[in-house]
């Protein structure tokens, strides 16, 4: 079994930072892509930002210029730096990890975080 856990949720005032972090852990031969996710109340879960294996990235536009993704792929880690946040970005935040658990690589599925709360305060 694959299991992914987030950290780094909290509280902070409009402009502040945060800094998520996602480890994936358990059954894993290789971990392809990794993203955040995030889902604010009354509202559908949408991409923030994705990292390929490889290291190519991509933002939601509402967030390109103040978030950064990356990984460190010997710990099987995806992080997210936030940079001055805005009212709108509260949200729980979730990651996705795709995960391939033994040589076929049909085996490669996305697993969910349980997600970490981000409120940020005007």
């Known amino acids: 079994q694959v299991q992914v856990v987030e950290s780094g949720g909290g509280s902070v005032q409009a402009g502040g930072s945060l800094r998520l972090s996602c480890a994936a852990s358990?059954?894993?031969?290789?971990?392809?892509?990794m993203g955040w996710y995030r889902q604010a109340p009354g509202k559908q879960r949408e991409s923030v930002a994705a990292?390929?294996?490889?290291?190519?990235?991509n933002y939601q536009d509402s967030v390109k210029g103040r978030f950064t993704i990356s990984r460190d792929n010997a710990k099987n880690t995806v992080y997210l730096q936030m940079n001055t946040l805005k009212p709108e970005d509260t949200a729980v935040y979730y990651c996705?990890?795709?995960?391939?658990?033994?040589?076929?690589?049909?085996?490669?599925?996305?697993?969910w975080g349980q997600g970490t709360q981000v409120t940020v305060s005007s």
């Open positions: 996705n990890v795709v995960v391939q658990t033994n040589r076929n690589r049909y085996t490669a599925r996305g697993y």
């Open positions: 358990g059954s894993i031969f290789s971990i392809n892509g």
């Open positions: 990292i390929t294996s490889g290291g190519s990235t």
